[in-house]
C-alpha cells in the first residue's frame, strides 16, 4: 500500500514541492489523520461495488482512501491550483476521477449517471468547506439525486442543528429541512488537532441516510418549509405569534391560523421548538387552503 497523504510530514512536504498556500476563503483545512479518514469512510458503507463523490479533495487525503474502499470516486474541486497536485499524489490510482467545479454549480445528476453506469449504489462523501456546509447538503439533497445518503465532516454546532431533535435547543428549521429527506445522525465528534491548519471550532461528522420518502407527506413542499421557517423566526415567541407575524398577511388573517391550529390539534401558545415533523406537516397542510 502506497504511503498515506493525511500525516502531517507528507502534507508539508506536498505544500512545500508545489509552493501551496491554504485559502481560508475556500475553508481549506485538510486532514492529517490516516485513522480519523478511515473512520469516516468505513461509516459511509462503501464496497468495492460502490460509487463515492467527493466534494473538496483538497490534495487528496480522503479522496485514497475512498479509491480504496470503493469502485470509483469523482472528486469536485474548485481550486485550479490543487489539479496538478491531485494528479500527482493520486496518481496511484486509477479509479478516481478529479472534476475542477464548484460543486454549487455543478450538474451532479449529470455526472453521476455518466460517471456511474455500473455502481450498486453512490454515497456522497466529503470533508465540507465550512463556509458553505448548508447550501452543499442542502442542493445535494433536494436536486432529488439517485444517492443513498451522506458522509459528512463539518462544524460541531451545524451537525448538532441538523440532527436535533424536537424539545431540544438546538432543533430548528435546518434540522427539519434535512431530516425531512434523511434519517440523520452524529457519528463522530473530532478535534481541531487533527487539521492543517487547525479550524477555530470543533468538527463532527454525520451520516444522513435518504428516507425512501420524506419524513411527512404534504400538500406542498415550499409553503410546508416557509411554515417550520416561520415557526422558528423569534424562538421565545408562540407558535401563533411567529405565524401572524411572519406568513403574509398573517395578522389579518388571525383567526385562519387560529383555525389551522386547532385543526392540528396544536395548541398555539407552543413554540416551534417542542412541534415534531410530522405535527408541522399536519399544520402546514392545515393552513395551506387559507394562503394559497
Ligand atoms: N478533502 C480534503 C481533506 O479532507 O483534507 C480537503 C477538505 S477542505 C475542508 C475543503 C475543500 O473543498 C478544499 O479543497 C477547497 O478548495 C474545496 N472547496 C471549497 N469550496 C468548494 C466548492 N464550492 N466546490 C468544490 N470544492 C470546494
Same mark, same amino acid.
Given at each position: 500500500?502506497?504511503? %498515506?497523504?493525511?500525516?502531517?510530514?507528507?502534507?508539508?512536504?506536498?505544500?512545500?514541492?508545489?509552493? =501551496?498556500? $491554504?485559502?481560508?476563503?475556500?475553508?481549506?483545512? =485538510?486532514?492529517? %489523520?490516516?485513522?480519523?479518514?478511515?473512520?469516516?469512510?468505513?461509516?459511509?458503507?462503501?464496497?468495492?461495488? #460502490?460509487?463515492?463523490?467527493?466534494?473538496?479533495?483538497?490534495?487528496?487525503?480522503?479522496?485514497?482512501?475512498?479509491?480504496?474502499?470503493?469502485?470509483?470516486?469523482?472528486?469536485?474541486?474548485?481550486?485550479?491550483?490543487?489539479?496538478?497536485?491531485?494528479? #500527482?499524489?493520486?496518481?496511484?490510482?486509477?479509479?478516481?476521477?478529479?472534476?475542477?467545479?464548484?460543486?454549487?454549480?455543478?450538474?451532479?445528476?449529470?455526472?453521476?449517471?455518466?460517471?456511474?453506469? #455500473?455502481?450498486?449504489?453512490?454515497?456522497?462523501?466529503?470533508?465540507?468547506?465550512?463556509?458553505?456546509?448548508?447550501?452543499?447538503?442542502?442542493?445535494?439533497?433536494?436536486?432529488?439525486?439517485?444517492?443513498?445518503?451522506?458522509?459528512?465532516?463539518?462544524?460541531?454546532?451545524?451537525? %448538532?442543528?441538523?440532527? +436535533?431533535?424536537?424539545? @431540544?435547543?438546538?432543533?430548528?428549521?435546518?434540522?427539519? +429541512?434535512?431530516?425531512?429527506?434523511?434519517?440523520?445522525?452524529?457519528?463522530?465528534?473530532?478535534?481541531?488537532?487533527? $487539521?492543517?491548519?487547525?479550524?477555530?471550532?470543533?468538527?463532527?461528522?454525520?451520516?444522513?441516510?435518504?428516507?425512501?420518502?420524506?419524513?411527512?407527506?404534504?400538500?406542498?413542499?415550499? $409553503?410546508?418549509?416557509?411554515?417550520?421557517?416561520?415557526?422558528?423566526?423569534?424562538?421565545?415567541?408562540?407558535?401563533?405569534?411567529?405565524?401572524?407575524?411572519?406568513?403574509?398577511?398573517?395578522?389579518?388573517?388571525?383567526?385562519?391560523?387560529? @383555525? +389551522?391550529? @386547532?385543526?392540528?390539534?396544536?395548541?398555539?401558545?407552543?413554540?416551534?421548538?417542542?412541534?415534531?415533523?410530522?405535527?408541522?406537516?399536519?399544520?402546514?397542510?392545515?393552513?395551506?387552503? $387559507?394562503?394559497?
Amino acid at each position: 500500500m502506497t504511503k %498515506d497523504i493525511a500525516t502531517p510530514i507528507r502534507t508539508k512536504e506536498i505544500m512545500k514541492k508545489y509552493g =501551496f498556500s $491554504f485559502k481560508k476563503s475556500l475553508g481549506q483545512n =485538510f486532514l492529517i %489523520d490516516p485513522n480519523i479518514l478511515e473512520n469516516i469512510v468505513s461509516h459511509a458503507g462503501l464496497t468495492k461495488e #460502490d460509487g463515492a463523490i467527493e466534494v473538496g479533495p483538497g490534495i487528496g487525503a480522503l479522496t485514497e482512501h475512498l479509491a480504496r474502499a470503493s469502485k470509483k470516486v469523482v472528486s469536485f474541486e474548485i481550486d485550479q491550483r490543487l489539479l496538478p497536485i491531485l494528479q #500527482d499524489t493520486l496518481s496511484p490510482y486509477d479509479n478516481i476521477k478529479v472534476l475542477h467545479a464548484d460543486i454549487l454549480k455543478a450538474d451532479v445528476a449529470t455526472t453521476i449517471k455518466e460517471e456511474f453506469t #455500473d455502481v450498486e449504489k453512490v454515497m456522497v462523501v466529503a470533508n465540507l468547506p465550512y463556509y458553505v456546509t448548508t447550501p452543499i447538503i442542502l442542493k445535494l439533497l433536494t436536486e432529488n439525486l439517485p444517492i443513498q445518503g451522506l458522509v459528512v465532516m463539518l462544524q460541531k454546532e451545524v451537525a %448538532d442543528r441538523i440532527a +436535533a431533535k424536537p424539545g @431540544s435547543k438546538t432543533y430548528g428549521s435546518l434540522s427539519i +429541512a434535512i431530516q425531512y429527506y434523511t434519517e440523520a445522525s452524529t457519528v463522530m465528534v473530532v478535534p481541531k488537532t487533527v $487539521f492543517m491548519p487547525q479550524p477555530n471550532v470543533d468538527s463532527a461528522v454525520i451520516k444522513l441516510m435518504k428516507r425512501d420518502t420524506p419524513a411527512v407527506q404534504v400538500i406542498d413542499e415550499e $409553503f410546508f418549509f416557509l411554515v417550520t421557517r416561520s415557526s422558528f423566526a423569534q424562538r421565545r415567541k408562540t407558535i401563533l405569534n411567529n405565524l401572524t407575524s411572519q406568513l403574509p398577511d398573517g395578522k389579518a388573517k388571525k383567526e385562519s391560523i387560529l @383555525s +389551522a391550529l @386547532s385543526a392540528a390539534e396544536i395548541d398555539p401558545t407552543r413554540r416551534g421548538e417542542s412541534l415534531s415533523i410530522p405535527e408541522f406537516g399536519a399544520l402546514a397542510d392545515a393552513l395551506y387552503p $387559507f394562503f394559497k
